[in-house]
Nanobody, 124 residues
């Protein structure tokens, strides 16, 4: 059983930066792929970014590519989401997730473990 705890959300102005952290723990943690999703009332929960603990590959949605960066600290079991040039449409609850990717990186069904979420609000 994995435990994921997000932190770092808040209220910022458009154009600002924010870094989210996900503290992960549990057995065989580094065998799982890690992802960030976000949920807004208008769009439901959507994939944002994904990474393996090896860091060999990263994946991003088209909405955040070039602005967001996902990374890991393997010694501390942390997953980061660095968010730059934030826009009001980035406003959402952001979730950290871990899974075996049975349906690929972008599907919620690929992730078995979820954090409680952290709110990010970007004002215009």
């Amino acid at each position: 059983q994995l435990q994921l705890i997000e932190s770092g959300g808040g209220l910022v102005q458009a154009g600002s930066s924010l870094r989210l952290s996900c503290a992960a723990s549990g057995p065989t943690l580094h065998t799982f792929a890690m992802g960030w999703f976000r949920r807004s009332p208008e769009k439901g929960r959507l994939f944002v970014a994904g990474i393996r603990w090896s860091g060999a590959s990263t994946y991003y949605s088209e909405h955040v590519k070039g602005r967001f960066t996902i990374s890991t600290d393997n010694t501390k079991n942390l997953v980061y989401l660095e968010m730059n040039t934030l826009k009001p449409e980035d406003t959402a609850v952001y979730y950290c997730a871990a899974g075996g990717l049975r349906d690929g990186w972008y599907s919620e069904d690929s992730y078995d473990y979820w954090g409680q979420g952290t709110q990010v609000t970007v004002s215009s």
